[in-house]
């Protein structure tokens, strides 16, 4: 009886272990295939003739989040500036307690964002700046003259091997002076900043009106005498307070008198392009997209900061709705693509935007049209201004490549 | 009766999770034929199914029943298929066969509900080719899997006539339900994989008529009848064809010439040249008639608790619906080895089948399996 039992439990166990299905056969089609294997078809969509258009003003000076100095660029000459909100030497709160600051040293630091690695010996100069002299209205050729009258503070030499990373000025002793403000001043500092290297290059310096860590700072430091000898050294540190006190001025702005024919990406008024498809019904509502690449031949050859991560990708967002320049964009990030740029040339840019072309597919799915912009719009603008040849260009007109299979029903007996 | 329709429901409800064995001989038509048998039939090569209530080949049989019995029995099949594209093992598992069955009290009839595999596609084929895209060669993966089958779900009555007599009748709904799916994955990373998905649906109605003789104290013959009308199939909701099916008799043989000794043989044949014409149309290869010849013994060890402990041990030839290639029937042998055990007073039962079959188109198509099929049933 319990050997009966035992017999049972173990069979069923058996049974049960077994339970996992390992059913592929090797075969070919039409031998043994009891239907045909996905069609692969590809085939190449032109826009909508005349349906795509650059539009301009995307991002405002608040949406800045790098300040852009260079020197030589084939793109164009930046130069930058900032000033500083009041900052008192003479006393620090320490355990809120107001105590005597005596300073020995001052600062004024930036955050790296990005450089050309191959430019060596890349120097930052600090020029002191009155107070008012420059501001958001400031041209290009005025802040040249003014960097070329005021005295240089101070220079920071990057080191070569740095890609990104805090750099800075530091004074000590007499040098403190150059940057003391007056009483006139109202304690408040500014700065002008060009850039020099061994070859022409540029730099982006990390500014933020929200005052975070990539933000540059102005301090001085020293001791205080306090009982806590944690606490010796303090230091008085300022951020730029808010978006009028910063900027940068080019010579370039593509936008300037900009050829409709064409579609121009990126520079001081962000550009940005809107292409329309329209994809045949046959693809859009039977075919299974596997790939598909958007594919633009520039009209001028790429020009920007050699080297320079993100600065040379064109990146593709679908629209939510197509309602022209303010059509909202999908932000998912796994809706963003990219396509690089290689400088000098004019080598046609290709972006896969497969998972978009999928997402036309779908019943009360986004419309079959999409925005080109430069990468480097989220932080308010890059070097590169990139210029593609439109549908209405004679030749080189955007294009879409798509890859579909098409469903052969399978299954027949 | 109230336990027998509480069991048929729950039987009902089961029926989505049926699966079927996997074979490249069930690639085309309707898939590869299973056959209705409970574990005791399977171990005695088929011969007996035709006397036995829990198969489900004769209704005539039900009769027979004296106690409420369930049965429910999952198989698991290995096996290794060849073809001119090369060798595969593979394994699968399914539940061919679910009955209730019991006899009507205070009356000579007996009810069984039943729900056994009727045809198995359950496959997976994979292929690989290179083609050229964008300029550029790509290697292709294709691969054709198919879920499912058609399942056979039986009420029958069977009624003792005579001490020597039993006749049946069975009504049968055939449903099932096939999930294809074509995949193709490329080499490339830059293209993602393309995907379709099929459901075909069936659904069939038919009879069967079945009786038993006794016409000696050890020698009875059983025969049965069965036509199982036409199939509709619907792709995906949408009806796109109707397939006939085929029409089934059967006869059987045993011979007890002792208590512990059953000896019987059987022969079945089924008209799937009805549904040759349906499948041409449809793109099939086509379908041909079929045949089974099977023999097996059972020694029982105890006769007074008969089916503990007994050898079963059988062998059956058939011949296979669906060509793999046009003009080469395939066909399956096989031979068989059983035995069961009975506990707390023979309300609880096991019954173990293994089966090793052989399976060949005549030339390159072959395959060999072992199917362990595991019965647990219940007499409360």
Redesign the interface.
């Known amino acids: 009886?319990k050997r009966?039992?035992i017999?049972?439990v173990g069979?069923?166990a058996?049974?049960?272990a077994?339970?996992?299905?390992?059913?592929?056969?090797?075969?070919?089609?039409p031998?043994?295939?009891?239907?045909d294997?996905?069609i692969?078809r590809?085939t190449t969509i032109l826009p909508i003739v005349g349906g795509d258009s650059t539009f301009f003003g995307y991002a405002d000076r608040s949406d800045r989040l790098g300040l852009l100095v260079s020197d030589g660029l084939d793109v164009g000459e930046y130069r930058a500036f900032i000033s500083f909100p009041i900052v008192r030497e003479d006393s620090i709160a320490v355990d809120n307690i107001m105590t005597k600051l005596e300073v020995d040293s001052a600062a004024v630091t930036f955050q790296l964002q990005s450089r050309d690695t191959t430019a060596t010996g890349l120097t930052l100069y600090l020029h002191r700046f009155p107070l008012g002299a420059a501001d958001t209205t400031i041209s290009f050729d005025s802040l040249q003259t003014l960097l070329a009258n005021t005295p240089i503070v101070d220079s920071i030499v990057v080191p070569d091997t740095l890609k990104s990373g805090r750099i800075g000025a530091y004074l000590t002793g007499d040098d403190i002076d150059k940057v003391r403000t007056s009483a006139a001043d109202s304690g408040r500092v500014a700065f002008g900043i060009r850039v020099r290297a061994s070859k022409p290059t540029g730099v982006r310096l990390g500014v933020d009106n929200l005052g975070s860590t990539n933000a540059p700072t102005f301090e001085f430091r020293g001791r205080v005498e306090v009982a806590d000898t944690s606490k010796l050294r303090q230091s008085a540190l300022v951020r730029p307070a808010d978006i009028a006190t910063f900027g940068y001025v080019g010579t370039l702005d593509r936008s300037i008198d900009a050829d409709p024919d064409l579609l121009y990406l990126g520079g001081p008024a962000t550009g940005r392009g809107l292409i329309r498809f329209a994809i045949p019904p046959g693809i859009r509502d039977s075919a299974?997209?596997?790939?598909a690449t958007l594919e633009l031949t520039p009209a001028l050859p790429f020009s920007g900061l050699p080297n320079n991560l993100f600065g040379d990708s064109v990146s593709v967002r679908g629209v939510i709705a197509d309602l022209g320049a303010k059509s909202p964009t999908l932000n998912q990030g796994s809706l963003v693509w990219a396509g690089r740029m290689h400088e000098g040339t004019t080598t046609p840019v290709s972006i896969?935007i497969?998972v978009l072309a999928?997402e036309w597919q779908q019943p009360g799915g986004p419309p079959p049209a999409l925005f080109i912009t430069h990468l480097e719009e989220v932080y308010g603008g890059g070097f590169m201004q990139p210029v593609f040849f439109s549908t209405r260009s004679p030749t080189g007109g955007p294009r879409l490549?798509i890859?579909?299979?098409l469903?052969?029903?399978?299954?027949?007996? | 009766m109230r336990r027998l329709l509480l069991l048929a429901a729950l039987t009902g409800l089961v029926a989505p999770v049926l699966e079927a064995q996997s074979s490249q001989f069930g690639v085309r038509g309707l898939g590869i034929p299973l056959r209705p048998y409970s574990p005791r039939s399977l171990s005695a090569g088929g011969a007996i199914a035709l006397f036995d209530p829990e198969s489900s080949a004769n209704p005539a049989a039900v009769a027979s029943i004296f106690q409420f019995t369930s049965l429910f029995s999952t198989s698991q099949n290995f096996r290794n298929s060849t073809n001119p594209f090369g060798s595969q093992s593979g394994r699968d598992n399914r539940f061919p066969q679910i009955v209730a069955a019991g006899p009507v009290g205070g009356t000579p009839f007996g009810v069984s509900v039943s729900l056994s595999g009727y045809t198995d596609r359950s496959y997976t084929l994979g292929t690989v080719t290179e083609v050229e895209l964008r300029g550029q060669q790509v290697q292709v993966y294709d691969t054709l899997s198919s879920r499912g089958g058609l399942s056979d779900l039986r009420l029958a009555s069977g009624w003792q006539v005579a001490p020597w007599l039993q006749v049946g009748l069975g009504l049968h709904a055939i449903t099932g339900l096939n999930r294809v799916e074509n995949r193709k994955a490329f080499s490339d990373s830059a293209y993602a994989g393309a995907n379709e998905r099929t459901d075909l649906s069936y659904l069939g109605l038919g009879a069967s008529v079945g009786a038993t003789v006794r016409l000696h104290r050890s020698i009875s013959l059983a025969g049965t009848y069965r036509n199982d009308g036409h199939l509709k199939v619907d792709r995906d909701s949408l009806p796109i064809t109707r397939i006939d099916l085929p029409t089934a008799w059967a006869v059987s043989g045993r011979w007890q010439p002792t208590m512990r000794f059953t000896w019987a043989a059987a022969y079945q044949q089924k008209q799937w040249s009805a549904s040759r014409a349906d499948i041409l149309a449809q793109g099939g290869i086509g379908a041909e008639n079929t045949y089974e010849v099977s023999t097996g013994i059972e020694w029982l060890q105890e006769t007074r608790n008969p089916q503990h402990r007994p050898i079963r041990l059988g062998g059956h030839y058939a011949t296979l619906p669906f060509p793999i290639l046009t003009g080469r029937q395939p066909h399956e042998y096989g031979i068989s080895l059983g035995t069961g055990f009975r506990f707390t007073q023979g309300r609880g039962g096991i019954d173990l089948a293994v089966q090793q079959l052989w399976r060949s188109d005549g030339a390159s198509y072959t395959e060999r399996a072992t199917v362990v099929t595991l019965g647990v049933s219940i007499r409360p």
Request: some cysteine; glycine content about 12%.
């Open positions: 009886m009966g039992i017999a049972a069979l069923l058996l049974a049960l077994g339970c996992q299905d390992r059913i592929t056969t090797p075969g070919t089609c031998d043994l295939c009891p239907g294997p996905i692969i590809d299974e997209i596997v790939r896969e497969t999928k490549r890859t579909y299979g469903p052969t029903n399978p299954g027949r007996p």
